[in-house]
């Protein structure tokens, strides 16, 4: 105790003697040699209780004995001052960390009668300690305290694990594996500018693996501006580096793939503010893309009922075939199909692929076109092919008549004559059917009975029927009411059918084949029916046989015989209907129902038929 | 004097089958004709002819039928054969694999072609040439 004591006044001297003791913020105690406690401050029993006629170390913890390392018998003993960590337990028997300082009290002699102990409670603060320690260890990412020679003072678990165990090694050396340190060096600008700063540095781990870091540095300083020591905490944003990459690549790679996709793209967001349009876009809108991006134009290159469907987020839409405008104000046909975009459950725009349809619709005129030209070029071929039969005919014809006038044989000549006359009628016939079935003619249309004209067509083809060994037969309707019809255009259908028959039964390999023409009226509905156990048709020739000039006859036939007979049959309100069998025979069928037939008088039939 | 050639026409068209016989007759050959394959082959088998004028497109039997049996009857194989025809030879004709028989025999090629319409002279002088090997 200095001077200064005995001069403050008495008041303030009795206040240290007596108060200080019990109001210090510290627990004291005071210890004899024997370790009983002989008097204690307020707050060493608020913390401990009341220790009066108890020893020190059953007060402080619990013991029933002296502590092994006990701080106060060596002050005892050298009289030295100690200070020490201590942990013991409080009077609710809760762990308490305290530190001790342990002073001599000297008496007359010189000899140390008792010692003063003096605690103060750390166990919040080293709670705390041992938190940052977790911290510091256990933060995912690398943190280390770095001195003003950026040298490793101390790093925590990460750093260690990952760049290995080099506390005093020089920073660049760990983290980077250089022999000098760096130029853009964080902890030496927070060195020398105390503040915080952020940078991005590319590490080598003990690996030697490249490792992306985000490095913060921030100075350490207990207290006040001075600081000695720089901690630095870095994540390794390897992997976002590396997902980063991958995405650009990604979105090269699409970038690439909507460029170049045959289809146009076109993609909006929920408010129709366009942000995709690739190439095949612009040029199927003649628009560029730099016009539209980024410009609520949805409406102009989406379909209406497609924008409907993002407006009420339902998923997506296919429309075969649509039409959009054009720059120029044209409409562009197009096959359409979009998806609605969510990111989760919220609609945040769409996508449309649109295909340009103009070249496939301009393909498929092409081709029906070409069938066309092939149509008309195979016409040409049976035209031509009929052609030369009938002129090697009349060429012949001349030639004869020639040779006969030569040979002053009259025969001969009238022979030449009847082959010129023939194939004239020929070719004659053969333009008339062209012209009939191109032009169509007017039917006359009269009563007739139906029998009369089958039985015609039957006796008509008798003696053919029979030198081919075919059984032509005829199976009438009797008492027939007469039907309004062109009697030769009936006529006809039936000669065209029977001979079709006929042909079907000389290609047939059953050589006992028949024909049966027969006339029925079944419901008012007048029939003529042409039955054959020919060769028959397969399905393609089936489907075949009412086109113009198809024919399986080679030079026998023109092609035009069912195309008429069709044309006739419509002509008078019918239908015709085939049924065929490969190998067993074909029925042809002409149905007239009697509520649709023509009425009776030159060129009504037309007339009426075209006006229904 | 030599005797005359004996040609035997196949033609289901009477028209044609005159017009030959007339041509043939007025150059100093024998023709005789017959209307289908079928009475054409004992036509051929009885007369012994030197020349067969064939047409191809004929109903029930074509010339090309007719042709395979004359070319494999050891009999009569080497009589010449003039095929006649609105076909377009010298295209559509090579398209029929009509010289291969089932057995694996290929058959010699015919004497000739004619394609119709027929000019007499050209036919003449086709038969002539085919006549004079």
């Not at chain 1, 052609?387 to 004869?400: A, F, S």
């Not at chain 2, 017009?19 to 054409?40: I, M």
Request: proline share 4%; aromatic share 6%; hydrophobic share 40%.
């Amino acid at each position: 105790m200095n001077a200064d004591f005995q001069s403050l006044p008495a008041e303030v001297r009795n206040w240290i003697g007596r108060q200080l003791f019990e109001h210090v913020p510290n627990n004291i105690a005071v210890i004899d040699r024997d370790f009983s406690v002989l008097i204690a401050n307020e707050n060493f029993r608020v913390v401990f209780g009341d220790p009066r006629g108890k020893r020190c170390y059953e007060v402080y913890k619990g013991r029933k004995s002296v502590c092994e390392q006990c701080m106060a018998a060596l002050t005892f003993e050298d009289g030295k001052v100690r200070v020490n960590d201590e942990v013991g337990t409080d009077r609710n028997g809760r762990p308490a960390h305290y530190v001790v300082h342990i002073a001599p009290v000297y008496d007359e002699l010189g000899r140390v009668s008792s010692v003063i102990e003096m605690s103060y409670d750390v166990t919040e603060t080293k709670s705390l300690q041992k938190e940052y320690n977790i911290l510091f260890e256990r933060v995912p990412c690398f943190v280390s305290v770095i001195n003003r020679d950026l040298r490793i003072v101390r790093a925590n678990g990460l750093v260690r694990d990952t760049f290995g165990e080099k506390s005093g090694e020089h920073c660049y050396e760990v983290y980077k594996n250089r022999t000098e340190r760096c130029t853009d060096c964080p902890a030496m600008k927070t060195f020398a500018d105390g503040k915080s700063n952020r940078s991005e540095q590319v590490g080598v781990d003990r690996n030697g693996r490249k490792t992306h870091l985000v490095v913060v540095t921030a100075p350490l300083s207990r207290s006040g501006n001075e600081f000695s020591h720089v901690i630095e905490m870095s994540t390794d944003v390897t992997d976002i580096h590396k997902l980063s990459d991958e995405l650009q690549k990604e979105h090269e790679f699409l970038r690439v793939l909507t460029d170049n996709a045959m289809d146009a793209l076109v993609a909006v967001d929920e408010k129709g503010v366009v942000n995709v349009f690739n190439n095949a876009a612009e040029v199927l809108f003649n628009t560029k893309a730099s016009e539209v991006i980024g410009r609520a134009r949805s409406e102009q290159f989406l379909p209406q009922e497609f924008l409907d469907t993002i407006g009420n987020g339902s998923g997506s839409l296919v429309l075969p075939e649509t039409v959009v405008a054009a720059a120029q104000g044209d409409e562009i046909a197009v096959r359409f199909s979009g998806s609605v975009l969510r990111d989760a459950e919220r609609v945040i725009g769409g996508a449309g692929f649109l295909q340009d349809l103009r070249p496939l619709k301009q393909l498929e005129q092409e081709k029906i076109e070409s069938e066309r030209m092939a149509a008309v070029g195979q016409t040409v071929a049976q035209l031509a092919h009929g052609i030369k039969n009938i002129l090697t005919g009349l060429q012949g014809g001349m030639y004869v008549v020639k040779s006969g006038m030569r040979a002053g044989s009259e025969d001969r000549t009238a022979k030449g004559w009847e082959m010129l006359e023939r194939n004239v009628g020929r070719i004659t016939d053969m333009v008339k059917g062209f012209l009939s079935f191109s032009k169509g003619h007017i039917p006359k249309v009269e009563p007739i009975d139906p029998n009369a004209v089958a039985e015609d067509v039957q006796k008509l083809y008798a003696d053919s029927a029979q030198r081919m060994g075919v059984h032509l037969c005829f199976e009438g309707h009797e008492g027939i009411r007469k039907v309004p019809m062109d009697r030769e255009d009936i006529h006809t259908c039936l000669v065209n059918l029977v001979s079709n028959a006929m042909d079907a039964c000389q290609a047939s390999e059953n050589k006992k084949c028949s024909v049966t023409l027969r006339v029925a009226e079944v419901e008012n509905v007048v029939m003529f029916e042409v039955r054959d156990s020919g060769c028959g048709m397969d399905y393609e020739i089936k489907n075949r046989v009412f086109t113009t000039f198809f024919t399986t006859k080679g030079r026998g036939g023109t092609g035009l015989g069912l195309m008429v007979t069709r044309k006739i049959v419509q002509q008078h309100g019918g239908k015709i209907s085939v049924d065929s069998t490969p190998g067993q025979g074909s029925v042809f069928r002409l149905e007239f129902p009697r509520d649709r037939l023509p009425l009776p008088g030159a060129g009504d039939a037309k007339d009426k038929h075209d006006l229904k | 004097m030599e005797p005359k050639k004996k040609v035997i026409i196949v033609d289901d068209e009477p028209d044609v089958a005159l017009f030959l016989q007339t041509a043939l007759e007025d150059s100093g050959y024998t023709a005789l004709t017959a209307a289908n394959a079928a009475d054409g082959l004992s036509l051929i088998q009885r007369e012994r002819p030197a020349l067969v004028c064939l047409d191809i497109l004929m109903p029930q039997e074509s010339g090309i039928s007719l042709f395979q049996k004359i070319k494999s009857d050891p009999e009569i194989k080497d009589i010449a054969v003039i095929f006649d025809s609105g076909l377009s030879l010298a295209r559509d004709f090579e398209r029929l694999d009509y010289r291969h028989l089932p057995d694996g025999t290929m058959l010699p090629e015919p004497d000739g072609f004619i394609e119709k319409p027929i000019d007499a002279d050209g036919f003449l002088a086709l038969v002539e040439r085919v006549l004079a090997r």
